[in-house]
């Protein structure tokens, strides 16, 4: 099958200024995507029996919402704040029904603060903060048992083929129905300055996730005769690094 | 490197999380089979977090409705209870094509389940070929044979299934004490798959019965051609079965295959499974099935 281009429409509104040493913008926006592209229900990376178009659904997609930045850069301090509120939408005739349903990246609310204080002239302070809303993932809520169909096939030996031979299945309301805990995080550094008149020595001591959040980075179904729970698996907790640069003039 | 090992020291013991349990509904399992008893198999839903509840419905009515009346409230089967759900059946009714079926499950403490579909018409199979065309390259014990299978499709939407069996041996034996005898056959169940590449998705999706929509030939004649492997080529009796099915039985089965055949794999997208079922979980759907016995050519 061949797949037309991916093609999009954006529209967007927005205002900006500066009030003392603030600039701030706003802007609201709206997008619409048409032959957006989406693996189907069971499809597999790993299998190699099949072209990647026979893997994948076309469909439509929009995306809107509205971005606010406010940045100052003059002083002892400056940073910047930025918040997006955004919906990201797609729709496919053969996934999920036919109905619309909320992207893997759909994040309600992002918010990234940046900060940098000099204490002297060489010898700086930084802080980031940033929020998301926890990412989409498809997930089961209920199973049940499905009857051996064969056992419809009354006829004998005409029922064997279709090879649903009953078990327990798992039923998932739609595409994305969950929504992962919300992915936040503080980062921290501290940078000592030499500057020499050839070049400049730098001396950075930095804490990444300064507060251990455990952000998630996948969800999966775990449990044993007793008793089933969802595990959610994180990936890098607080880390500290110290780097030394020597930048030439 | 230094990546690899801050990813690995930076990782948190999984968190355990906890979501909401949806209520525990009904699930109906009823396929019907045109001209055949009605069977309806009633089990429980369970929240993803619980163990399985096998417990025995015997205390739910279900009412069969036929273009709107109530034509038999399902006997409760008191003799058989499978893992799959308690079963019900009915005495008097039987599926008939191009009539319109309602069921609902009804048991104190649970809302009523219920779910309708249109039984579909009986499709009778045209001209039915199969040549046997020599040794299979990759298995050269099996020999390939190759059908060719003309239907006629109705005009709108339509869903099939293909089966097909090999004939081994066929003997006629006396039932004992009576005046009758019965045919005994022995069969090798076909594994069939299509030809041509359009149908490609198709071949993947079945164990041996093969399911396909009429988009290729929505309201004309269909010609196909699949191939198979047999063991004893040559018997040369072969039987074709062709069964109409409705929309969400089709959809019900492509979706519990898929998921069967992509558990345990963690790079597979999750499968939607097919529910036509109101306030419940499961399938309530038919087929109508036609059959042609035929021999082979060489």
Known sequence: MDYLPQSSRQFAVGAAGTWNDFEISVEGYYKDMHNVIEYKDGATYLSTNQNWQNKVEV?????YGSEFFIQKKVGKFNGWVGYTLSWTNRQFDNLNHGEWFPYRYDRRHDIKIAGTYHLTKNFELGAVWVYNTGQAVTFPTVFYFTADLTAFYLDGNSGSGNGVNGGY??????????????????????????????????????????YNRKNPYYLELWGNQKQTTIR???????????????NLK | MAFVVLIVIGCGAPEILYLPSPPRELVINCIGYSYHPWYAYLSLSSSILERPDNEVIHDATVNLYEDGVLVETFAHDTTMSSPGGTRYYSVISTPKPGKRYKITAARPGFPTAESEFLQPDSIALGSLTVRVI???????????????????????????????????????????????????????????????????????????????????????TATLDLTAQVYEPEKKTYVVYLRHLSKDYYNYLKTVYLQGATSGDPFAQPVLLENNIKDGYGIFGGFTQTKKPLQAQN
């Open chain 1, 232 to 246: 959610q698996a994180s990936l890098i907790a607080l880390t500290p690094s110290i780097s030394y640069s020597i």
């Open chain 2, 134 to 220: 020599g040794p299979n390259v990759t298995f050269p014990s099996t020999t390939d044979v190759q059908f060719r299978i003309e239907f006629t499709d109705p005009l709108g939407e339509d869903f099939y299934e293909l089966d097909a069996i090999h004939i081994l041996d066929s003997t006629y034996y006396d039932i004992p004490g009576t005046n009758d005898s019965s045919l005994y056959m022995s069969s090798q169940d076909l594994r069939l798959a299509f030809i041509d590449p359009a149908y490609e998705e198709n071949n993947d999706l079945f164990f041996s019965a093969i399911a396909f929509n009429d988009s290729y030939f929505d309201g004309k």
């Open chain 1, 169 to 210: 299945v798992q039923y998932t309301p739609s595409r994305n129905n969950l929504r992962m805990t919300a992915y936040h995080r503080l980062d921290l550094s501290a940078t000592y300055t030499i500057i020499k008149e050839k070049f400049s020595h730098e001396f950075n001591l930095s804490l990444y996730n300064a």
């Open chain 1, 59 to 63: 469909g439509r997609g929009n995306s």
